[in-house]
T-cell receptor, first 111, second 115 residues
Framework: GEDVEQSLFLSVREGDSSVINCTYT??????LYWYKQEPGAGLQLLTY?????DMKQDQRLTVLLNKKDKHLSLRIADTQTGDSAIYFC???????????FGAGTRLAVHP | DVKVTQSSRYLVKRTGEKVFLECVQD?????MFWYRQDPGLGLRLIYF???????EKGDIPEGYSVSREKKERFSLILESASTNQTSMYLC??????????????FGQGTRLTVV
């Protein structure tokens, strides 16, 4: 069945780069997403990548997709304290545009 | 500005009560979803609806039901609340296109505590 996995915690120093990794199982996924959840809030879409792309860059964010290994990563350059949040990887799987989410990676940024 | 609104941010209910969580979207989206979020488990899909009066079970439908009488409103019902349903509940909506990006928009969440 469909499954999305990510590590639960990542701690980085302010100014360093953060890399959050995700693996998924559904090879037919057309879109893959990164959502951000700040404390006490719902999820907001950060970025997404279409499955025929290898990389997408958007300001400080870089998404890399390795379709062969079903591996997705999100790199945040020059990580700031405001980037502290939970980051969810999601794939569009199944019928009816259903999104399958990973467990979320809690990013902690320390001085 | 797109909006998904959940009726309550915080709810405290007693075991055995019938609980209604309401969600309204103003984007004319076909798809609506109810997830619950628990630490270490991420978001798990309870139910989703792809059209008015249509519903599909998600991964954890037991103990829940849903209602979609109007396109903009999707209700989650806990028939008899239990303490293991204490959780954060997130509603989402997305357009019904089968091609193209299908971004889901989320409400702010309802933190339900069952005592």
């Amino acid at each position: 069945g469909e499954d999305v996995e990510q590590s639960l915690f990542l701690s980085v120093r302010e100014g360093d780069s953060s890399v959050i990794n995700c693996t998924y199982t559904d090879s037919s996924s057309t879109y893959l997403y990164w959502y951000k959840q700040e404390p006490g809030a719902g999820l907001q879409l950060l970025t997404y990548i279409f499955s025929n792309m290898d990389m997408k860059q958007d300001q400080r964010l870089t998404v890399l997709l390795n379709k062969k290994d079903k591996h997705l990563s999100l790199r945040i350059a020059d990580t700031q304290t405001g980037d502290s949040a939970i980051y969810f990887c999601a794939e569009r799987g199944g019928g009816y545009n259903k999104l399958i989410f990973g467990a979320g990676t809690r990013l902690a940024v320390h001085p | 500005d797109v909006k998904v609104t959940q009726s309550s941010r915080y709810l405290v209910k007693r075991t055995g009560e019938k609980v209604f969580l309401e969600c309204v979207q103003d984007m004319d989206h076909e798809n609506m979803f109810w997830y619950r979020q628990d630490p270490g488990l991420g978001l798990r899909l309870i139910y989703f609806s792809y059209d008015v009066k249509m519903k599909e079970k998600g991964d954890i439908p037991e103990g829940y039901s849903v209602s979609r009488e109007k396109k903009e409103r999707f209700s989650l019902i806990l028939e008899s609340a239990s303490t293991n349903q204490t959780s954060m509940y997130l509603c989402a909506s997305s357009p019904g296109t089968s091609l193209g990006n299908t971004e889901a928009f989320f409400g702010q969440g309802t933190r339900l505590t069952v005592v």
